[in-house]
């Protein structure tokens, strides 16, 4: 459904997509991830034929995105990273423009206008301005006017971006019951728990470059088996505690301190948090709490990437 064979992009000297490739079957969830500025956007961009790229080759539904832009914008649908509604219409009036943009007959709008609004639990405030909407209400609003032409693949750039908890999840069932009905949806995200819970395989862009790619189980094996997770009675002194027990990370130069603690990848064994217990005190940094756990995909990332963002989130 999606094919995307070395494609690069520059802006200036500025290499922003670096010989990208990829696949998406029809109907999977497929998630880009990455840092801040890695090329996430530039790559949905391309892909939604809002840029051209300057080398390589992309398909959407079997249309190429260079030469037959306007025939694929038809069969796509696009929410970006702000919701793109008009907040002086109402929430039918915003669909119903939308409709008419993609040239749809007025009766199939208004049916597709009354479906999605009830899909998107919207039709109780339907006829009110969108300016008096919630995030919440407004991105599912947004997502809905991408789907008014019931596009064959679905592209989200951070579709969740802003939004409370209760409304993310809420967000997240649509995007599961839409996959369940077979829609194939690519989406960023910067959010590891929500590519974790959506995305049947994923892509780890960095500077560019994709430097992983595979299932969530599979990114996550990538860490070790284990992560150690240890906090000291003297917070202060954490960084000595990272350089001891460096040595029994399986990579030394990946010791992190997150949020107060020392985490790391371990090869977990018999006796392991008892041998770091009496490491770390015969070097006079009593423990205050030790925990070994399965690596998450933050772990991954961490360990992918080489550095984290503030939240345990990627841009």
């Not at 790559?43 to 790229?53: A, D, F, M």
């Not at 967000?171 to 077979?182: D, I, P, T």
Request: negative net charge; charged residues 25%; proline residues 4%.
């Amino acid at each position: 459904m999606i094919e995307v064979d070395c494609v690069s992009k520059s802006f200036g000297s500025y290499l922003a997509v670096d010989s990208v490739s990829f696949s998406v079957p029809r109907g999977q969830i497929f998630g880009l991830l990455g840092p801040n500025g890695a090329g996430k956007t530039t790559i949905v961009k391309i892909l939604t034929t809002l840029l051209s790229p300057d080398s390589g080759r992309a398909t959407v539904a079997g249309l190429d995105v260079v030469k037959e832009p306007r025939r694929l914008r038809s069969r796509i649908g696009l929410a970006g990273q702000y919701a793109a509604v008009d907040e002086n219409l109402t929430g039918r009036e915003n669909l119903d423009l939308v409709g008419r943009l993609y040239h749809l007959p007025k009766k199939l709008v208004r049916s597709r206008s009354a479906e999605l609004l009830n899909d998107f639990d919207l039709t109780g405030a339907a006829d009110r301005v969108a300016k008096g909407y919630s995030g919440g209400m407004r991105r599912r609003l947004d997502l809905a006017a991408a789907l008014i032409a019931e596009p064959v693949v679905l592209f989200l750039d951070e579709p969740t971006t802003g939004l409370d908890p209760r409304s993310r999840n809420d967000l997240w069932e649509v995007l599961e019951r839409l996959a369940a009905m077979g829609s194939t949806i690519l989406l960023t995200t910067q959010y590891l728990e929500e590519a974790d819970r959506l995305a049947q395989n994923l892509a780890v862009i960095d500077s560019g470059k994709v430097i992983a790619m595979g299932t969530p189980s599979e990114l996550k094996s990538l860490v070790g088996s284990s992560v150690l997770e240890v906090a000291l009675e003297d917070a202060s002194r954490h960084d000595e505690a990272a350089i001891v027990l460096s040595a029994i990370a399986l990579d030394p130069n990946k010791v992190e301190i997150v949020a107060g603690r020392i985490r790391m990848a371990i090869r977990e064994r018999s006796g392991i948090v008892a041998d770091v217990v009496r490491l770390l005190d015969q070097s006079g940094l009593p423990v205050a709490e030790v925990a070994v756990m399965k690596p998450t995909l933050d772990d991954a990332f961490l360990s992918l990437v080489g550095h984290g963002t503030k939240g345990g989130s990627y841009d």
